[in-house]
């Protein structure tokens, strides 16, 4: 089967989100960016007189998120009229769009029972034959297939994006048992040709390669930081390019990624990894959790 990816569907209009799917507006793709229905108004929508039903406040979770994307630097576009191809929905109003693609990517918050939810709401529109992709960062990608039909499974496997995806070339590819050879291999070569990445093809194991051991190596040093005493600029100084890494150093990293993604990713590997010796390392200090609370992400 010869496939040609012209429409392509994200789920999630997050940080990753809206930035996977500008950079397939890059390559000239039509995007649908699906997110959320907001359960309250806003103080500028009652002035305005909106209801809940006004397809502005429907769509508002994606919309903003994609604006805010668009303003970040270094820009997730080639040229900033390419963001007109992309589309902004709800998970209520506009999941038949589906039937419409040739991909499907779920970028949602990394929660296993909510991405089954997606995941079976998907099922109930894609065609036959779609590929669908999760951009988890860390959960074990078998695990989201229960319940699916065959076809679904034959079509589904991880696609694992960093970020910045317009500038960060790794990309994770994760089959699971079931996924058919040729998606994987269509996959890989897609992401290769087209998206510009480095696909690596990794095991279905807790935060597969990078993330296992990326969130280990920072979450060693957020300990040592403890014990050392040391303040995150010295940190950050110490870890950056002064030890030949990036400028983003350990908590920039963080920042960059999302306190709230870095914590979940964490928080996934002490719970999948019982028998892990090194388990403990992955138990969030308390500051962090706070920060999170905060809604202090990055």
Not at 126 to 132: A, E, L, S
Not at 249 to 266: E, H
């Amino acid at each position: 089967m010869k496939r040609i990816i012209n429409q392509v569907a994200v789920l999630g209009s997050g940080v990753m989100g809206s930035r996977i799917a500008l950079h397939f507006a890059n390559i000239g793709c039509k995007v649908y960016l699906l997110d959320i229905v907001p359960r309250e108004l806003t103080e500028e929508e009652k002035k305005k007189g909106l209801t809940l039903e006004d397809p502005k406040v429907r769509n508002r979770i994606g919309t903003e998120n994609l604006k805010n994307v668009l303003k970040a630097k270094p820009s997730p576009v080639y040229r900033k009229d390419f963001a007109s191809r992309v589309t902004v929905g709800n998970f209520d109003d506009n999941m038949n769009w589906l039937s419409e693609v040739d991909w499907i990517i779920e970028a949602v918050v990394e929660n296993l029972d909510i991405k089954k939810s997606v995941f079976e709401k998907v099922e109930q529109f894609r065609k036959p034959g779609t590929i669908v992709t999760t951009n988890t960062s860390g959960i074990p990608v078998h695990l989201m297939t229960e319940g699916r039909s065959e076809d679904f499974n034959k079509h589904f496997c991880g696609a694992h994006f960093f970020n910045p995806p317009r500038y960060l070339q790794l990309l994770e590819i994760i089959p699971t048992e079931h996924t058919l050879p040729e998606v994987v291999d269509f996959v890989t070569h897609y992401g290769d040709l087209y998206l510009g990445k480095t696909p690596v093809l990794c095991k279905d194991t807790p935060a597969f390669i990078a993330n296992r051991i990326g969130v280990y190596s920072m979450m060693a040093v957020i300990k040592l930081k403890e014990e050392l005493g040391l303040t995150v600029k010295e940190i950050d100084t110490l870890t950056g390019p002064l030890t030949g890494k990036p400028k983003s150093a350990t908590f920039r990293t963080a920042d960059v990624v999302g306190l709230d993604t870095f914590v979940k990713v964490a928080d996934n590997i002490y719970k999948d990894c019982p028998d892990d010796e090194e388990r403990d390392i992955f138990v969030i200090p308390g500051y962090i959790k706070k920060m999170v609370d905060n809604n202090w992400l990055g």
